[in-house]
């Protein structure tokens, strides 16, 4: 990884300190662990991180109601209906049809929701090298056999991930107290913040809006294959999370003590 030369920032929330020239130099305390992404291992990593999709889950739930609302006083008038409220009916079912099929399959959540917010919200080109499209799509890149050559650094203070896509090094250093959880998925381990607590609604229009779960932001991973002993790894890391998160807590209590 030390062979390519160029960094790169990639604007993350504000816990992710992005290194340019990431200091190649290993303590004792460092474990390397050396993975290859794939992008189904990305969609893996990305359904976690966005909590499973548990902010759609909640505002699904809500449109859910409204919206079943309106067919229950609909559906008994349907034939005597204009064409206008007639076409709302049948648009409105499905939608619902589909509120209900993310809602109670995770997988379905998972292909369209998750898929549809990572083309939305993530740039793909800082994860992996495509050699065509402009709007690449993970699809596309699983049909190129696309990957990227990635390695974690678990410190003291914090997590390292570093990868290459075409060429560029790509840092992200997240201090332990950042994350939330510890997940494993058929893949991967992932480390991430709590989902609602970086779950928001942004009204981007008079007439809809943008629900957000914060991104995939201070979320990183390593490859389930790079890790030996996965339950000792996690049971690590989340002791870690806890020390380093007690430690803010104190820190916090100290501070404001001080001030008042």
């Known amino acids: 990884m030390a062979d390519f030369p160029q960094s790169e920032c990639l604007g993350l929330a504000p816990y992710t300190k992005t290194s340019y020239e990431p200091n190649m130099g290993r303590s004792g305390h460092e474990r390397v662990y050396e993975f290859v992404l794939s992008p189904s291992m990305f969609s893996d990593f990305a359904f976690e991180a966005y909590g499973k999709g548990i902010v759609d889950v909640i505002v699904g739930a809500v449109c859910l109601c409204f919206i079943g609302v309106f067919l229950f006083f609909a559906v008994?008038?349907?034939?005597?209906?204009?064409?206008?409220?007639?076409?709302?009916?049948?648009?409105?079912?499905?939608?619902?049809?589909?509120?209900?099929?993310?809602?109670?399959?995770?997988?379905?959540?998972?292909?369209?929701?998750?898929?549809?917010?990572?083309?939305?919200?993530?740039?793909?080109?800082?994860?992996?090298?495509?050699?065509?499209?402009?709007?690449?799509?993970?699809?596309?890149?699983?049909?190129?056999?696309?990957?990227?050559?990635?390695?974690?650094?678990?410190?003291?203070d914090?997590?390292?991930?570093?990868?290459?896509?075409?060429?560029?090094?790509?840092?992200?250093?997240?201090?332990?107290?950042?994350?939330?959880?510890?997940?494993?998925?058929?893949?991967?381990?992932?480390?991430?913040?709590?989902?609602?607590?970086?779950?928001?609604?942004?009204?981007?229009?008079?007439?809809?809006?943008?629900?957000?779960?914060?991104?995939?932001?201070?979320?990183?991973?390593?490859?389930?294959?790079?890790?030996?002993?996965v339950d000792a790894f996690v049971k690590d890391c989340r002791s870690r999370i806890a020390e380093a998160t007690s430690r803010v807590k104190e820190e916090a209590m100290m501070g404001g003590e001080s001030e008042s």
């Open 158 to 229: 914090r997590v390292r991930l570093m990868r290459m896509p075409a060429g560029r090094m790509v840092v992200e250093d997240v201090p332990w107290a950042a994350f939330g959880k510890v997940t494993v998925t058929r893949s991967c381990v992932v480390l991430r913040p709590g989902a609602l607590d970086r779950g928001s609604i942004h009204f981007s229009g008079p007439y809809w809006s943008h629900v957000s779960a914060g991104g995939i932001g201070c979320s990183v991973l390593v490859g389930l294959d790079a890790v030996s002993d």
């Open 76 to 156: 008994p008038d349907f034939p005597t209906l204009s064409i206008t409220l007639k076409c709302a009916v049948v648009f409105f079912g499905i939608a619902e049809l589909f509120l209900v099929a993310s809602l109670c399959f995770p997988g379905f959540r998972k292909r369209f929701v998750t898929s549809g917010r990572i083309q939305r919200e993530v740039d793909l080109f800082d994860w992996f090298d495509y050699g065509g499209p402009m709007f690449p799509s993970l699809y596309s890149a699983e049909h190129q056999g696309t990957s990227t050559p990635c390695r974690f650094v678990v410190m003291d």
